[in-house]
């Protein structure tokens, strides 16, 4: 796998600093360094090329490093910028703070305080980022709730068309889609702000990198470097087919263009998501205007980010929601309570897509700091969804699953009812999935073995009720392990005898 180069700017104007950093960080072979020992170049430079990181000297002669910081979020406001000066002061340090620097470094420092410091500020900045990609994730799921009103299909592809521009800060966007009646491709959306011939060419399919001219199931990028009239920009046009059922049903089109970068890892799966989006709108309406599953196929989309990201927890969502509606007949639920269940089921980790990937897919146990991030999932998935009127009732589910009966959960520590049922059984199902399902760690292990972590925490992590409502539906065998998990290892001996171990409180 290619690694993200990382474009880091060193400015010193004592020469021998400037080469001891640049031996320092010799040993990452992502990280592209480069020197200056004047501060006027190195503005130059940094107004002229894309940069992720700047280090500079507070003090400069007649320049400062004030100056290279606000010159740096003026032109890339992503970018991280620390600060180094042999004379602080905290006056000094809270006003670059306050300009929007990230750390401030003390000469003189040991070599492995500043890498650790560009590696801190390094991953500050992929968050950030991360976190203009969930904010992103909103334009879709606007479209799901646009979708569920009953918009008709066209002003939904408009809106598809017109949120791409918008949230990626993009050129122009068009949406082609297949006449199945007469068998050909046609323009249906676009939209666009003073898009040349070349640009309106390609949006509409035609033109050496146009969708009607390549393969019809293949997503394409092309990039390329343009001279302009007042400085040169790169340009990304973007192709990802709407499939469905296997066929192609139409081409999502984007154009890019930025002073420094192509388009990203990150908005190229928030493009691919809005495609994804398209085609399940166009087949629903083709379908006789299916409203219900169309959205639910949006919400799957979601899940499935999370899923793809999370390589140990694939079908986790899936695996859930077929146990959970089990024991919630056994409660009593309502159908209306029911649907709301598939989609919590679903949606219940949605707040993963904000956790790194090296912690959700860390092959042992998490560090403090690591679990703290983990932790911030219930409540990064219930901001997700505040605000969209058919998933509110689902909240329950995403922000409670890990609340303890005792109190001793997160994010909240609420105990007993003051849990919301939703978050008291999934808590239960979750748990039972965790046991079974392979981890990183450690294989799954067989269904005695979960069944005896319920019973042992029943009372103190578990609704005894819920557990009680389990087990029931487990000695019935209406929980079909062998189906649901793939393995052979259900154990179906006397599980009423093993209820009367006393609970601990």
Request: hydrophobic share 40%; glycine share 8%; with cysteine.
């Amino acid at each position: 796998m290619q690694k993200d180069v990382k474009n880091i700017i060193v400015i010193d104007d004592e020469k021998y600093v400037c080469n001891i950093i640049m031996e320092a960080l010799s040993e990452f072979d992502n990280f592209r360094v480069h020197k200056f020992t004047d501060p006027q170049r190195a503005i130059k430079y940094i107004t002229d090329h894309g940069v992720d990181l700047v280090l500079t000297d507070l003090v400069m002669g007649n320049h400062s490093g004030v100056q290279v910081l606000e010159t740096t979020l003026q032109n890339h406001p992503d970018s991280i910028v620390i600060l180094m000066t042999g004379y602080p002061t905290v006056k000094t340090a809270i006003s670059v703070l306050k300009k929007g620097g990230y750390d401030y470094l003390i000469k003189p420092f040991k070599l492995e305080d500043l890498k650790s410091t560009i590696k801190r500020g390094l991953d500050h900045q992929r968050i950030k980022q991360e976190n203009v990609e969930l904010r992103s994730q909103l334009e879709l799921m606007k479209i799901s709730e646009a979708f569920t009103h009953g918009v008709g299909l066209h002003e939904l592809l408009n809106q598809i068309v017109n949120s791409a521009v918008r949230a990626l800060s993009a050129k122009a966007a068009s949406l082609i889609l297949l006449d199945r009646k007469a068998g050909r491709y046609g323009l249906r959306c676009i939209s666009y702000t003073g898009c040349d011939a070349r640009i309106d060419e390609f949006l509409r399919g035609n033109g050496p990198h146009g969708a009607l001219t390549r393969s019809k199931n293949e997503s394409y990028i092309f990039n390329e470097e343009i001279i302009g009239d007042e400085f040169p920009f790169r340009r990304s046009m973007v192709i990802f087919p709407l499939v469905s059922k296997g066929a192609n049903i139409g081409y999502f089109n984007l154009v890019c263009q930025n002073r420094f970068n192509y388009i990203t890892p990150g908005q190229q799966h928030l493009v691919s998501l809005l495609a994804s989006t398209a085609a399940s709108a166009v087949e629903s309406n083709f379908m006789d205007r299916n409203l219900r599953k169309s959205y639910l196929l949006t919400i799957k989309a979601l899940a499935n980010a999370v899923e793809a990201r999370d390589i140990y927890t694939a079908g986790h969502t899936v695996r859930v929601y077929r146990v959970a509606k089990v024991i919630a007949r056994k409660l009593g639920w309502s159908n209306e309570k029911m649907i709301e269940l598939r989609y919590g089921s679903i949606l219940h980790d949605i707040g993963k897509i904000g956790v790194p990937d090296a912690i959700l897919n860390k092959p042992g146990r998490l560090t403090e700091d690591e679990r703290a991030m983990m932790q911030k999932h219930p409540e990064m998935g219930a901001r997700i969804l505040r605000g969209i009127p058919f998933l509110e009732p689902i909240i329950p589910y995403v922000i409670a699953h890990h609340e303890r009966y005792d109190g001793n959960g997160y994010p909240h520590g609420l105990s007993g009812e003051d849990i919301p049922v939703e978050g008291r059984l999934l808590a239960v199902v979750d748990t039972f999935d965790a046991i079974m399902s392979d981890r990183p760690y450690r294989p799954g292990a067989d269904a005695k073995k979960a069944i005896d972590e319920l019973i042992k925490f029943k009372g103190r992590q578990f609704d005894p009720v819920i557990v009680d409502a389990f087990l029931e539906a487990y000695e019935e065998g209406l929980i079909d392990c062998l189906t649901v998990y793939g393995n052979g290892k259900e154990n179906t001996s006397d599980i009423t005898a093993r209820q009367t171990v006393p609970v601990q409180s």
